[in-house]
Protein backbone atom coordinates (compact mmCIF):
# COMPACT_ATOMS: atom_id res chain seq x y z
CA UNK A 1 0.00 0.00 0.00
CA UNK A 2 2.66 2.16 0.91
CA UNK A 3 4.67 1.26 -2.19
CA UNK A 4 2.01 2.09 -4.72
CA UNK A 5 1.32 -1.22 -5.33
CA UNK A 6 -1.27 -2.01 -8.51
CA UNK A 7 -3.60 -4.63 -7.47
CA UNK A 8 -6.68 -3.53 -6.89
CA UNK A 9 -9.32 -4.70 -4.10
CA UNK A 10 -12.40 -6.10 -5.47
CA UNK A 11 -14.08 -6.35 -1.92
CA UNK A 12 -13.81 -2.73 -1.29
CA UNK A 13 -14.92 -1.70 -4.89
CA UNK A 14 -18.52 0.12 -5.21
CA UNK A 15 -21.15 -2.03 -6.53
CA UNK A 16 -23.01 0.92 -7.85
CA UNK A 17 -19.71 2.14 -9.92
CA UNK A 18 -20.62 -0.26 -12.50
CA UNK A 19 -23.17 -3.20 -14.12
CA UNK A 20 -22.97 -6.78 -13.09
CA UNK A 21 -24.12 -9.70 -15.52
CA UNK A 22 -27.00 -9.76 -13.43
CA UNK A 23 -28.25 -6.67 -13.87
CA UNK A 24 -27.29 -6.87 -17.82
CA UNK A 25 -29.60 -9.78 -17.48
CA UNK A 26 -32.54 -8.16 -16.24
CA UNK A 27 -32.44 -5.39 -18.35
CA UNK A 28 -32.34 -7.46 -21.35
CA UNK A 29 -35.41 -9.40 -19.86
CA UNK A 30 -37.24 -5.84 -19.28
CA UNK A 31 -36.50 -4.53 -22.71
CA UNK A 32 -37.46 -8.16 -24.27
CA UNK A 33 -40.86 -7.80 -22.43
CA UNK A 34 -41.30 -4.43 -23.56
CA UNK A 35 -40.76 -5.52 -27.24
CA UNK A 36 -43.05 -7.87 -26.78
CA UNK A 37 -45.77 -5.69 -25.29
CA UNK A 38 -45.35 -3.24 -27.83
CA UNK A 39 -45.90 -6.34 -30.63
CA UNK A 40 -48.88 -7.10 -28.62
CA UNK A 41 -49.80 -3.54 -28.75
CA UNK A 42 -48.98 -3.35 -32.45
CA UNK A 43 -50.82 -6.51 -33.47
CA UNK A 44 -54.12 -5.41 -31.36
CA UNK A 45 -53.77 -2.17 -32.87
CA UNK A 46 -53.93 -3.62 -36.85
CA UNK A 47 -56.52 -5.84 -35.66
CA UNK A 48 -59.02 -3.06 -34.67
CA UNK A 49 -57.83 -1.19 -37.86
CA UNK A 50 -58.35 -4.24 -39.54
CA UNK A 51 -62.03 -4.33 -38.05
CA UNK A 52 -63.03 -0.45 -38.77
CA UNK A 53 -61.83 -0.84 -42.13
CA UNK A 54 -64.33 -4.15 -42.61
CA UNK A 55 -67.17 -2.21 -40.67
CA UNK A 56 -66.13 1.12 -42.80
CA UNK A 57 -66.74 -0.78 -46.41
CA UNK A 58 -69.92 -3.26 -44.96
CA UNK A 59 -71.41 0.72 -43.55
CA UNK A 60 -70.07 2.05 -47.08
CA UNK A 61 -72.02 -1.15 -49.21
CA UNK A 62 -74.77 -0.49 -46.67
CA UNK A 63 -74.95 3.42 -47.48
CA UNK A 64 -75.05 2.62 -51.35
CA UNK A 65 -77.37 0.06 -51.27
CA UNK A 66 -79.99 2.46 -49.84
CA UNK A 67 -79.01 5.27 -52.24
CA UNK A 68 -79.69 3.01 -55.18
CA UNK A 69 -82.91 1.84 -53.30
CA UNK A 70 -84.04 4.98 -53.07
CA UNK A 71 -83.15 6.58 -56.38
CA UNK A 72 -84.66 3.12 -57.77
CA UNK A 73 -87.96 4.24 -55.89
CA UNK A 74 -88.11 7.63 -56.69
CA UNK A 75 -87.88 6.62 -60.77
CA UNK A 76 -90.10 4.09 -60.38
CA UNK A 77 -92.83 7.15 -58.14
CA UNK A 78 -92.28 9.67 -60.93
CA UNK A 79 -93.19 7.23 -63.88
CA UNK A 80 -95.95 6.21 -61.98
CA UNK A 81 -97.27 9.70 -60.85
CA UNK A 82 -96.51 10.65 -64.93
CA UNK A 83 -98.51 7.58 -66.85
CA UNK A 84 -101.48 8.82 -63.35
CA UNK A 85 -101.33 12.45 -65.16
CA UNK A 86 -101.50 11.15 -68.54
CA UNK A 87 -104.68 9.34 -68.63
CA UNK A 88 -105.72 11.47 -65.63
CA UNK A 89 -105.57 14.66 -67.48
CA UNK A 90 -108.90 15.57 -69.10
CA UNK A 91 -106.77 18.53 -70.64
CA UNK A 92 -105.76 15.76 -73.18
CA UNK A 93 -109.20 14.97 -73.99
CA UNK A 94 -110.57 18.66 -74.03
CA UNK A 95 -110.11 19.83 -77.74
CA UNK A 96 -112.07 16.76 -79.09
CA UNK A 97 -115.25 17.26 -76.88
CA UNK A 98 -115.05 21.10 -76.70
CA UNK A 99 -117.88 22.21 -79.12
CA UNK A 100 -121.14 23.93 -78.88
CA UNK A 101 -124.17 22.68 -79.24
CA UNK A 102 -124.88 25.04 -82.28
CA UNK A 103 -122.10 23.47 -84.37
CA UNK A 104 -123.29 20.08 -83.45
CA UNK A 105 -126.93 20.49 -85.08
CA UNK A 106 -124.94 22.57 -88.51
CA UNK A 107 -123.02 18.99 -88.87
CA UNK A 108 -125.97 16.95 -87.91
CA UNK A 109 -127.75 18.84 -91.05
CA UNK A 110 -124.38 18.85 -93.05
CA UNK A 111 -124.02 14.91 -92.86
CA UNK A 112 -126.88 14.64 -94.52
CA UNK A 113 -126.04 17.16 -97.49
CA UNK A 114 -123.39 15.83 -99.99
CA UNK A 115 -121.20 18.19 -101.61
CA UNK A 116 -119.81 18.07 -104.76
CA UNK A 117 -116.29 19.13 -104.33
CA UNK A 118 -112.97 17.70 -105.58
CA UNK A 119 -110.67 19.77 -106.65
CA UNK A 120 -110.22 20.76 -102.33
CA UNK A 121 -110.07 18.61 -99.73
CA UNK A 122 -113.20 19.10 -98.10
CA UNK A 123 -113.09 20.08 -93.79
CA UNK A 124 -113.81 17.69 -91.64
CA UNK A 125 -114.27 18.40 -88.09
CA UNK A 126 -111.88 17.17 -85.67
CA UNK A 127 -114.24 16.65 -82.66
CA UNK A 128 -115.57 13.11 -80.97
CA UNK A 129 -119.01 14.87 -79.20
CA UNK A 130 -120.96 14.71 -81.72
CA UNK A 131 -120.12 11.22 -83.35
CA UNK A 132 -120.45 9.67 -79.68
CA UNK A 133 -123.25 10.77 -78.65
CA UNK A 134 -124.72 9.66 -82.02
CA UNK A 135 -123.60 5.95 -81.35
CA UNK A 136 -124.94 5.99 -78.03
CA UNK A 137 -128.36 7.06 -79.43
CA UNK A 138 -128.09 4.33 -82.12
CA UNK A 139 -127.35 1.68 -79.10
CA UNK A 140 -130.57 2.80 -77.45
CA UNK A 141 -132.97 2.56 -80.97
CA UNK A 142 -131.48 -1.02 -81.31
CA UNK A 143 -131.96 -1.92 -78.16
CA UNK A 144 -135.61 -0.73 -78.25
CA UNK A 145 -135.76 -2.70 -81.64
CA UNK A 146 -134.43 -5.84 -79.42
CA UNK A 147 -137.19 -5.45 -77.07
CA UNK A 148 -140.08 -5.01 -79.49
CA UNK A 149 -139.27 -7.92 -81.45
CA UNK A 150 -138.21 -10.29 -78.34
CA UNK A 151 -134.61 -11.30 -79.15
CA UNK A 152 -133.33 -13.55 -77.15
CA UNK A 153 -130.09 -13.21 -76.26
CA UNK A 154 -128.25 -16.86 -74.91
CA UNK A 155 -125.02 -15.75 -74.01
CA UNK A 156 -124.60 -12.15 -72.23
CA UNK A 157 -127.61 -9.25 -72.25
CA UNK A 158 -129.51 -6.83 -74.77
CA UNK A 159 -127.38 -3.98 -73.43
CA UNK A 160 -124.11 -5.77 -74.23
CA UNK A 161 -124.89 -6.67 -77.03
CA UNK A 162 -126.33 -3.52 -78.68
CA UNK A 163 -123.24 -1.51 -77.37
CA UNK A 164 -121.00 -4.11 -78.77
CA UNK A 165 -122.17 -4.14 -81.98
CA UNK A 166 -122.81 -0.26 -82.64
CA UNK A 167 -119.30 0.73 -81.36
CA UNK A 168 -117.49 -2.44 -82.64
CA UNK A 169 -119.11 -1.11 -85.95
CA UNK A 170 -117.87 2.66 -85.02
CA UNK A 171 -114.35 1.47 -84.08
CA UNK A 172 -113.32 -1.14 -86.45
CA UNK A 173 -114.67 0.20 -90.06
CA UNK A 174 -113.15 3.95 -89.19
CA UNK A 175 -109.79 1.77 -88.49
CA UNK A 176 -110.02 -0.32 -91.44
CA UNK A 177 -110.73 2.50 -93.55
CA UNK A 178 -108.18 4.60 -91.90
CA UNK A 179 -105.74 1.69 -92.98
CA UNK A 180 -107.24 1.50 -96.90
CA UNK A 181 -106.46 5.67 -96.54
CA UNK A 182 -102.95 4.85 -95.67
CA UNK A 183 -102.43 2.34 -98.48
CA UNK A 184 -103.86 4.87 -100.82
CA UNK A 185 -102.22 7.94 -99.64
CA UNK A 186 -105.48 9.61 -98.70
CA UNK A 187 -105.44 13.04 -96.35
CA UNK A 188 -106.84 11.69 -93.43
CA UNK A 189 -106.30 11.20 -89.81
CA UNK A 190 -108.07 8.50 -87.27
CA UNK A 191 -109.87 11.40 -85.61
CA UNK A 192 -110.87 13.09 -88.72
CA UNK A 193 -112.42 9.19 -89.95
CA UNK A 194 -113.99 8.66 -86.68
CA UNK A 195 -115.62 11.66 -87.00
CA UNK A 196 -116.66 11.37 -90.41
CA UNK A 197 -118.31 7.99 -90.04
CA UNK A 198 -119.82 8.88 -86.92
CA UNK A 199 -121.74 11.62 -88.26
CA UNK A 200 -122.33 9.18 -90.63
CA UNK A 201 -124.74 7.28 -88.65
CA UNK A 202 -126.89 9.67 -87.76
CA UNK A 203 -128.91 9.04 -91.11
CA UNK A 204 -128.69 5.01 -89.67
CA UNK A 205 -130.32 6.51 -86.25
CA UNK A 206 -133.29 8.06 -88.43
CA UNK A 207 -134.20 5.09 -90.47
CA UNK A 208 -134.23 2.55 -87.29
CA UNK A 209 -136.09 4.81 -85.47
CA UNK A 210 -139.07 5.17 -88.05
CA UNK A 211 -139.12 1.56 -89.03
CA UNK A 212 -138.84 0.06 -85.85
CA UNK A 213 -141.82 1.62 -84.80
CA UNK A 214 -143.54 1.37 -88.12
CA UNK A 215 -143.31 -1.98 -89.41
CA UNK A 216 -143.36 -1.64 -93.20
CA UNK A 217 -140.36 -3.15 -95.46
CA UNK A 218 -141.60 -0.83 -98.38
CA UNK A 219 -140.87 2.27 -95.84
CA UNK A 220 -137.80 0.57 -94.73
CA UNK A 221 -136.65 0.57 -98.31
CA UNK A 222 -137.35 4.08 -99.05
CA UNK A 223 -135.55 5.22 -96.36
CA UNK A 224 -132.57 3.06 -96.33
CA UNK A 225 -132.15 4.29 -100.52
CA UNK A 226 -133.19 8.10 -99.43
CA UNK A 227 -131.70 9.20 -96.00
CA UNK A 228 -129.36 6.19 -95.43
CA UNK A 229 -127.92 6.96 -99.11
CA UNK A 230 -127.96 10.68 -98.66
CA UNK A 231 -125.20 10.02 -95.72
CA UNK A 232 -122.93 7.90 -97.38
CA UNK A 233 -122.99 10.24 -100.29
CA UNK A 234 -121.81 12.58 -98.29
CA UNK A 235 -118.76 10.39 -96.65
CA UNK A 236 -118.29 9.51 -100.05
CA UNK A 237 -117.82 12.81 -101.32
CA UNK A 238 -114.94 13.50 -98.42
CA UNK A 239 -112.79 11.08 -99.04
CA UNK A 240 -112.65 11.42 -102.75
CA UNK A 241 -111.95 15.47 -102.12
CA UNK A 242 -109.03 13.67 -100.37
CA UNK A 243 -107.70 10.73 -102.32
CA UNK A 244 -105.75 11.37 -105.01
CA UNK A 245 -106.13 8.13 -108.50
CA UNK A 246 -109.45 6.94 -109.99
CA UNK A 247 -108.47 3.56 -108.76
CA UNK A 248 -107.95 4.13 -104.53
CA UNK A 249 -110.95 6.34 -104.94
CA UNK A 250 -113.23 3.42 -106.06
CA UNK A 251 -111.47 0.97 -103.46
CA UNK A 252 -111.86 3.58 -100.24
CA UNK A 253 -115.60 5.07 -101.59
CA UNK A 254 -116.58 1.40 -102.63
CA UNK A 255 -115.70 -0.07 -99.66
CA UNK A 256 -117.32 2.71 -97.23
CA UNK A 257 -120.28 2.40 -99.27
CA UNK A 258 -120.75 -1.23 -98.95
CA UNK A 259 -119.77 -1.58 -95.21
CA UNK A 260 -122.53 1.63 -93.99
CA UNK A 261 -125.15 0.45 -96.17
CA UNK A 262 -125.41 -3.37 -95.38
CA UNK A 263 -124.85 -2.41 -92.03
CA UNK A 264 -128.29 -0.46 -91.76
CA UNK A 265 -129.74 -3.93 -93.47
CA UNK A 266 -128.33 -6.02 -90.81
CA UNK A 267 -129.74 -3.63 -87.90
CA UNK A 268 -133.09 -3.81 -89.78
CA UNK A 269 -133.28 -7.62 -90.22
CA UNK A 270 -131.34 -8.89 -87.42
CA UNK A 271 -133.81 -7.38 -85.24
CA UNK A 272 -137.17 -6.83 -86.73
CA UNK A 273 -140.51 -9.31 -87.02
CA UNK A 274 -139.35 -10.63 -90.07
CA UNK A 275 -140.28 -14.58 -89.05
CA UNK A 276 -143.64 -13.39 -87.17
CA UNK A 277 -144.41 -11.31 -90.67
CA UNK A 278 -143.68 -14.29 -93.10
CA UNK A 279 -145.92 -17.08 -91.38
CA UNK A 280 -148.31 -14.80 -91.01
CA UNK A 281 -148.17 -14.29 -94.83
CA UNK A 282 -148.19 -17.85 -95.41
CA UNK A 283 -150.74 -19.12 -92.91
CA UNK A 284 -153.46 -16.29 -93.26
CA UNK A 285 -155.04 -14.48 -90.56
CA UNK A 286 -157.78 -17.14 -89.91
CA UNK A 287 -155.69 -20.62 -90.43
CA UNK A 288 -155.68 -22.89 -87.66
CA UNK A 289 -152.02 -24.13 -86.63
CA UNK A 290 -151.34 -27.81 -87.42
CA UNK A 291 -151.91 -30.87 -85.16
CA UNK A 292 -150.42 -33.68 -84.37
CA UNK A 293 -153.03 -36.67 -84.92
CA UNK A 294 -152.67 -40.49 -83.81
CA UNK A 295 -153.05 -42.79 -86.12
CA UNK A 296 -154.01 -46.67 -85.44
CA UNK A 297 -151.66 -49.35 -86.60
CA UNK A 298 -152.85 -52.44 -87.57
CA UNK A 299 -151.84 -55.63 -85.38
CA UNK A 300 -150.01 -58.50 -87.39
CA UNK A 301 -150.58 -61.80 -86.35
CA UNK A 302 -148.04 -64.16 -85.02
CA UNK A 303 -148.30 -67.15 -88.08
CA UNK A 304 -147.75 -63.99 -90.66
CA UNK A 305 -144.07 -63.28 -89.09
CA UNK A 306 -143.22 -66.91 -88.73
CA UNK A 307 -143.82 -67.38 -92.13
CA UNK A 308 -142.01 -64.08 -93.24
CA UNK A 309 -139.06 -65.88 -90.90
CA UNK A 310 -139.07 -69.01 -91.96
CA UNK A 311 -138.92 -67.85 -95.84
CA UNK A 312 -135.89 -65.58 -95.33
CA UNK A 313 -134.01 -68.49 -93.66
CA UNK A 314 -134.38 -70.36 -96.42
CA UNK A 315 -133.32 -67.69 -98.87
CA UNK A 316 -130.14 -67.16 -96.86
Not at 9 to 20: L, V, Y
Not at 103 to 120: G, Y
Not at 185 to 199: D, F, K, R
Amino acid sequence: QGGGSAVIDMENMDDTSGSSFEDMGEMHQRMKEEEEEEEADGEAGAAEEEDGEFLGMKGLRGQLGRQVADQMWQVGKRQASKAFSLYANIDILRPYFDVEPVQVRTRLLESMIPVKMINFPQKIAGELYGPLMLVFTLVAILLHGMKTSDTIIREGTLMGTAIGTCFGYWLGVSSFIYFLAYLCNAQITMVQMLSLLGYGLFGHCITLFVTYNIHFHSLFYIFWLGVGGLSTLRMVAVLVSRTVGHTQRLIMCGTLAALHMLFLLYLHFAYHKVVEGILDTLEGPNMQPFQRVARDIPVVSNAILNTTAKAVALTL
